[in-house]
């Protein structure tokens, strides 16, 4: 009987770690169930309905709707304006994304260390960035317009030409990387800014000691310990590249012509001036398949 009552007394601190753990994850489960539910109704229920939204022709005037499976796709895949606006779109990631990681990788190096001069610039850089989209798109309208901007009225004080930037074909789709690269250049050094701060200073001191330059620190140190906030800003500065709209949209509405139609134009010109919504939510499918093979690829 004492045998069996020892074996009792020692299983129970076992059991009781165990119901402690075991409501200790229902607990974190709990807490964590309101945003799950939320951003189910945000995130999944839209998601899924798209989808199947896009496997469908609907009649608005009847209010039918057919399934029609990937015919929709098949369309967009053989529409010359969605390779115009995908074509559109790459080159803009692929030229912003670019100088916007090399910008901010030299003005985050810049601005480093902690002093007053470097804390005041830091806060002026970052101002573009918490400015909505749409107020930095209407600033810059009126700053590129042909005959009222401020720019081309600078460019006629130092007697030079007025150069049409908005409705030139070329000139407009580089003042859209131009106005993208200013809004968005300074999260991008505010992410490397925080990355170089974690850095361990060991190493640094080490190569120093050994005799190693500035470039083959920077080469052979610096890069390579801050590849995790390279890769995050770069991940998130091509998504949202991928699925640019507002400043587009505002600037030329994605002319003169096609010049500067991108899939965030391409795929509201199709709901909302055509009326498409199942081509529209199968465009929306496409863009978000492109996102997933963007980051996966990094």
């Not at 901010?104 to 810049?110: C, E, V, Y």
């Not at 600078?154 to 789709?173: D, N, Q, T, V």
């Not at 699925?243 to 012509?257: A, C, E, N, Q, S």
């Amino acid at each position: 009987a004492a045998q069996v009552r020892g074996v009792k007394k020692e299983s129970n601190p076992m059991s009781r770690r165990k119901v402690r753990r075991l409501s200790r994850k229902l607990f974190d489960i709990l807490l964590v169930a309101p945003s799950i539910v939320v951003l189910s109704f945000i995130v999944a229920f839209p998601l899924i309905y798209n989808f199947t939204l896009s496997l469908c022709k609907s009649d608005i005037i009847r209010g039918e709707r057919s399934f029609i499976g990937l015919k929709n796709y098949i369309d967009i895949f053989e529409d010359p304006s969605f390779w115009n606006a995908l074509r559109n779109t790459l080159t803009l990631v692929s030229i912003v994304v670019t100088f916007e990681m090399s910008l901010g990788l030299m003005i985050a190096i810049l601005m480093k260390r902690d002093s007053p001069h470097t804390k005041f610039f830091r806060i002026a850089l970052t101002c573009p960035v918490m400015v909505a989209p749409v107020v930095v798109a209407l600033q810059w309208r009126w700053i590129l317009a042909d005959q009222y901007g401020v720019l081309n009225y600078l460019l006629s004080l130092l007697g030079l030409k007025e150069m049409p930037w908005l409705s030139h074909p070329r000139l407009a789709f580089i003042s859209i990387v131009l106005v993208d690269i200013w809004q968005t250049t300074p999260f991008v050094m505010m992410v490397l800014v925080a990355g170089l701060k974690s850095l361990p200073l060991e190493p640094f001191e080490a190569a120093l000691v050994d005799g190693a330059s500035p470039l083959q620190t920077f080469i052979y140190l610096t890069l390579p310990l801050l590849k995790p906030a390279i890769l995050v800003a770069l991940i998130i500065r091509s998504s949202d590249a991928l699925r640019i709209f507002d400043v587009v949209y505002i600037l030329t509405g994605g002319g003169p012509g096609s010049s500067t139609e991108v899939l965030g134009t391409f795929t509201y010109r199709q709901a909302f001036a055509f009326l498409n919504f199942n081509k529209s939510a199968a465009l929306s499918i496409v863009s978000l398949r492109l996102s997933a093979i963007m980051g996966v690829f990094y």
